[in-house]
């Protein structure tokens, strides 16, 4: 099994400012095929269901807004909110689907 | 749109079987682009996958829980079940069924979960 990890558990953001989170894997998620990285970003806020943002590492999905953004290869991955808004206080989920399909623990976004 | 809709007992005794059902609604479950899952969170954890399916039948499961684990679809009712048995307490969590766009293999649509408790 491909083993999901996390940094940091959790950060707090100013509004307006940048909030970084990184995922790694334990093996590599990049398929040489079509060299697409297996990786997805979810958000979950508090009583929801998660929302799937970003896809194939960077692809943002349908509706996403533009200040999301996703980066890296291979093992490892960063998602970036460019400017934090109050609407994206939530947990961060990343998820491999080049193996059997596996989250990272989480990280929680909070307002400074 | 689609929607999925999870149902089924919100309270389940030790050893026993959980059953849950997730009924699609506003799409094709027999889509040929796409799987079912099932996933779960724990109280104030994060995110399990625990298996998915196809409409043809086809599944494939967490391996940790593959004694347990079974999956089925029944594309007449557009309904998808997740059986879990010999439940402990660690199986207490919300369960969620979500669609999983095969080609990114991203979940990109989910139910709004059920929360299941094991407990006698």
């Known amino acids: 099994d491909i083993v999901m990890t996390q940094s940091p558990d959790s950060l707090a953001v100013s509004l307006g400012e940048r909030a970084t989170i990184n995922c790694q894997s334990s093996?590599?998620?990049?398929?040489?095929?079509?060299?697409?990285?297996?990786l997805n970003w979810y958000q979950q806020k508090a009583g929801q269901p998660p929302k799937l943002l970003i896809y194939?590492?960077?692809t943002r999905y349908s509706g996403v807004p533009d200040r999301f953004s996703g980066s890296g290869s291979g093992t490892d991955f960063t998602l970036t909110i460019s400017s934090l808004q109050a609407e994206d206080v939530a947990v961060y989920y990343c998820?491999?689907?080049?193996?059997?399909?596996?989250f990272g623990p989480g990280t929680k976004v909070e307002i400074k | 749109q689609l929607q999925l809709q999870e149902s089924g007992p919100r309270l389940v005794q030790p050893s026993e079987t959980l059953s849950l059902t997730c009924t699609v609604s506003?799409?094709?479950?027999?889509?040929?682009?796409?799987?079912w899952a099932w996933i779960r969170q724990p109280p104030g954890k994060g995110l399990e996958w625990l298996g998915s399916?196809?409409?043809?039948?086809?599944?494939y499961y967490k391996m940790s829980l593959k004694s347990r684990i079974t999956i089925s679809i029944d594309t007449s009712k557009s309904q998808f079940s997740l059986k879990l048995n010999s439940v402990t307490a660690a199986d207490t969590a919300v369960y969620y069924c979500?669609?999983?766009?095969?080609?990114?293999?991203?979940?990109?649509?989910w139910g709004q979960g059920t929360m299941v408790t094991v407990s006698s």
């Open positions: 093996q590599s998620v990049l398929n040489r095929s079509n060299n697409k990285n297996y």
């Open positions: 998820q491999q689907y080049y193996s059997r399909p596996s």
């Open positions: 979500a669609r999983l766009d095969e080609a990114p293999g991203a979940f990109d649509i």
């Open positions: 399916i196809y409409y043809s039948g086809s599944t």
């Open positions: 194939w590492a960077s």
């Open positions: 506003g799409g094709s479950i027999s889509s040929n682009d796409c799987y």
